[in-house]
């Protein structure tokens, strides 16, 4: 089992930058495929990306791409999410979940919520025009 807070957020003007983190702890957090989530008033849980336990995959929503990153540091049990070129409409609650998935971690898969489990508890992120 793993435990999942997420920090980071904020208010931030349109055009700038958010660091979101995800800690992770539990003796096995740094083994974990990890993914981040948005949801916005009104509207239903959103994939970001997400991020093979060794780093070496990363996936994004067409809607982030190329404005987010994701990253990790295994030796802190910690996942970011850099935000860049921010806009109005990424406004939401920011979660990360762990992949407990069976299906190996893929571009068909990553994007599912049922193939992610130990939710954190979210960080606003709100971006003003």
């Known amino acids: 089992q793993v435990q999942l807070v997420e920090s980071g957020g904020g208010l931030v003007q349109a055009g700038g930058s958010l660091r979101l983190s995800c800690a992770a702890s539990g003796r096995t957090a740094s083994s974990y495929t990890m993914g981040w989530f948005r949801q916005a008033p009104g509207k239903e849980r959103e994939f970001v990306g997400a991020?093979?336990?060794?780093?070496?995959?990363?996936y994004y929503s067409n809607s982030v791409k190329g404005r987010f990153t994701i990253s990790r540091d295994n030796a802190k049990s910690t996942v970011y999410l850099q935000m860049n070129s921010l806009k109005p409409e990424d406004t939401a609650v920011y979660c990360c979940a762990a992949y407990i998935g069976s299906r190996r971690f893929s571009s068909n898969t990553a994007s599912y919520t049922e193939n992610y489990s130990f939710w954190g508890q979210g960080t606003q992120g709100t971006v003003s025009s």
């Open positions: 991020i093979h336990w060794s780093g070496s995959t990363t």
